[in-house]
């Protein structure tokens, strides 16, 4: 037990460290922008036009490498939806690269797979010498 | 003398013996069955995301001389030449458009499946390995990069491979084990600067098996890996002069908190979701803990805790360095601890004492997985940016013409690979004619009204998030790129500060699809 105290009092010291981590400034972008890459949300109330301003002049690699745009975009369609506005330009064209019906069936079949393989695991277990040793040099 | 017949029972249980010692394994099945299943996800939508800026320039290189092609990784890549000399001899068979690029990947992110399941059979069971091999078959952070014409897949692979056989060095340190061991460990040292953080515990974890004895084995692969780290040390060092600053301009917080989603969840790491990452790996590693403690027994606990060491330590040093200031830490680069963790995550779905709980947890896994690559399947907002797209709605170009993209140098080189007649670097202060402004914006972006005088509005397209909007010129335009790109923001607004330009010179070729 003292060690498992041990590890979660490590695990705590780390997330500790973790949540101390400074943000660097992020001054070339909006403050919208900047509020939300430095914290992964937005903490800042912010009105309909720096929203739509900060999507439509962020750059591409904050696009690529944090959630900034997925969040103003989100929190940007809430204020129009509550205003009554409708319709979003950000809404992209749709383009599944994989039909769902095919995902469906791939997860049966994993589900399903994983269900054979508890049964004859355990049917297997059940009749007959254990066989599973680790497979050495 | 005629012996008696045996007949019923007696004579069937030798056969029932024989017939099952000569089937395959139930493991042995499924373990085929989840290959077809990866397989299957990875290559059947190989193709359907455009090339992005970094698999643009893969694509680019692909077609220099190799001397060239040497040049172009020194000054331009951040990783070692191991990678883009094999895509080189493999493009050379199989082209390099997306399929035949990113086909040496899906090979790769393939043949991870059956190593994923070799590693935990080797430190747990075999039912760990199907577990662990079902993981890596339908993670999305795995397909992601299965089906991209970069260095991550053969980075995998050869970290994998080197994980494997130290594995089995750590139970049986035999030359054989130890020199396997050592060759993908220089492998992946030659792959990617990263791989160092994985070989370090490896090294500990094997000097501390063997004690004060220090075979001569393990002292020649300790060389051998020393030797080539010693190879791309110089390009380690010039490759912390390249540009790499983007990489601070995202809080060191924010990325540690994307290493478990994108890991678990791959591009869902670009939604909110982000904000509970560390959270969900905390109550994951509590549960993990808990059934290896409660239900496993002592030969499957030890095996796991060879692993969980591995990967703690691939992950954490380079976060502590990054602390540190040496700064390079992005979630694909600490790929090598993913197999190290689906073992520890294998085993613990496998508990002998816990085997309900344990194959809940695994359902849960791969659900979550799987669900995960659904969304991400559905929302082109998580996948690649349609460069395609953007150019089949640019169409072919009557005349000269400049195309302006708002997105700078991540939209320049994917459309210089997918439009014709398109130079791969221009001066911004070259001057050209044209009679055709392109504008590639947002669909944020809106139209300047009224437009300026002689300006006419040809097409507008929206593409997957891209407003693509054409425009004629008269009189046309001869000034600068730099110019021309200053200009754009009076036709697309607001406009950014630095757009990229391209110059397409008249081509009626419709672009590549």
Redesign the interface.
């Known amino acids: 037990m003292s060690r498992?105290r041990n590890?979660i009092v490590l695990?705590g010291v780390?997330?500790a460290?973790?949540?101390t981590?400074?943000?660097?400034a992020?001054a070339a972008q909006s403050q919208v922008v900047a509020d939300c890459?430095?914290?992964?949300?937005l903490t800042g109330h912010y009105s309909s036009t720096q929203l739509?301003?900060a999507?439509?002049?962020?750059?591409?690699?904050?696009?690529?490498?944090?959630?900034c745009?997925?969040?103003i975009q989100?929190t940007l369609l809430k204020q129009l939806g509550a205003s009554g506005a409708s319709g979003s330009?950000?809404?992209?064209?749709?383009?599944?690269?994989?039909p769902?019906p095919?995902?469906i069936v791939?997860?049966l079949?994993?589900?399903g797979?994983?269900g054979?393989?508890?049964a004859?695991?355990r049917r297997?277990n059940g009749d007959?010498p254990p066989?599973?040793p680790?497979?050495?040099? | 003398m005629l012996l008696p017949a045996r007949t019923g029972s007696a004579a069937a249980a030798p056969r029932d013996v024989l017939r099952r010692a000569q089937a395959p394994s139930p493991e042995l099945i499924l373990l085929v069955a989840v290959v077809v299943i990866g397989a299957t996800l990875r290559l059947a939508s190989l193709t359907a995301q455009s090339l992005w800026v970094d698999e643009a320039t893969t694509a680019h290189e692909m077609h220099l001389s190799l001397g060239a092609l040497l040049h172009s990784v020194r000054v331009n890549e951040t990783t070692p030449p191991l990678y883009f000399l094999l895509a080189w001899a493999w493009s050379k068979v199989f082209g390099s458009g997306e399929l035949g690029l990113r086909l040496f990947s899906a090979c790769l992110g393939i043949g991870l499946i059956p190593l994923a399941y070799s590693c935990a059979r080797e430190l747990v069971s075999r039912r760990a390995g199907v577990v662990a091999a079902a993981l890596v078959a339908v993670n999305p952070f795995m397909i992601w990069y299965s089906q991209e014409a970069r260095s991550y897949a053969l980075f995998a692979v050869f970290s994998a491979a080197s994980f494997l056989f130290c594995a089995r060095a750590w139970r049986a340190p035999t030359n054989r084990n130890l020199g396997w061991w050592a060759a993908f460990s220089a492998l992946a040292v030659l792959t990617h600067f990263f791989a160092g953080f994985l070989i370090l515990p490896e090294a500990v974890l094997l000097l501390v098996r063997v004690g004060r004895a220090r075979p001569r084995g393990l002292m020649l692969a300790l060389a051998v890996i020393a030797v080539a780290q010693a190879a791309v040390l110089p390009l380690a060092l010039s490759d912390t002069s390249h540009p790499l600053g983007w990489i601070k301009i995202f809080p060191l917080s924010v990325r540690i908190q994307q290493v478990p989603v994108d890991f678990g969840l791959g591009a869902l790491y670009q939604s909110p979701i982000v904000t509970h990452g560390l959270l969900g790996a905390a109550v994951l590693a509590a549960i993990v803990l808990a059934l290896l403690a409660a239900g496993g027994d002592r030969a499957e606990r030890r095996g796991a805790a060879f692993a969980a060491a591995v990967a703690a330590v691939t992950l954490l040093v380079p976060v502590i360095l990054a602390a540190l200031g040496r700064d390079y830490l992005v979630p694909r680069n600490l790929m090598p601890a993913w197999i190290p963790l689906a073992v520890v995550l294998g085993a613990a779905c496998t508990v002998p004492r816990a085997r309900i709980v344990g194959a809940g947890l695994a359902i849960v896994l791969l659900a979550a997985f799987v669900i995960a690559g659904v969304r991400i399947a559905q929302n082109p907002q998580y996948q690649r940016p349609n460069w395609r797209g953007v150019a089949a709605a640019l169409g072919a170009a009557p005349g000269p013409r400049a195309i302006v993209a708002y997105d700078g140098g991540f939209a320049a080189q994917p459309l210089t690979v997918y439009m014709p007649g398109i130079p791969w670097q221009s001066r911004p202060d070259q001057v050209v004619s044209v009679s055709e402004v392109d504008v590639v914006g947002s669909t944020w972006q809106s139209t300047i009204r009224p437009l300026p005088p002689g300006t006419t509005l040809i097409s507008g397209r929206t593409v997957d998030g891209f407003l693509v909007e054409r425009f004629m010129v008269t009189p046309g335009w001869q000034l600068s790129l730099s110019e021309i790109g200053r200009r754009a923001g009076t036709l697309l607004g607001p406009a950014p500060a630095n757009p990229a330009v391209l110059v397409q010179r008249g081509s009626s070729q419709a672009p590549a699809n």
């Open positions: 498992l590890l695990v780390l997330c460290f973790v949540s981590l400074a943000a660097p992020f890459n430095a914290h992964s949300r739509r301003n999507l439509s002049t962020m750059s591409a690699d904050v696009k690529e490498y944090t959630n745009y997925d969040v989100r330009p950000g809404q992209s064209s749709g383009g599944s690269f994989l769902t095919v995902i791939l997860v079949l994993v589900l797979a994983i054979f393989a508890l004859a695991v297997r007959g066989t599973d680790p497979s050495g040099a």
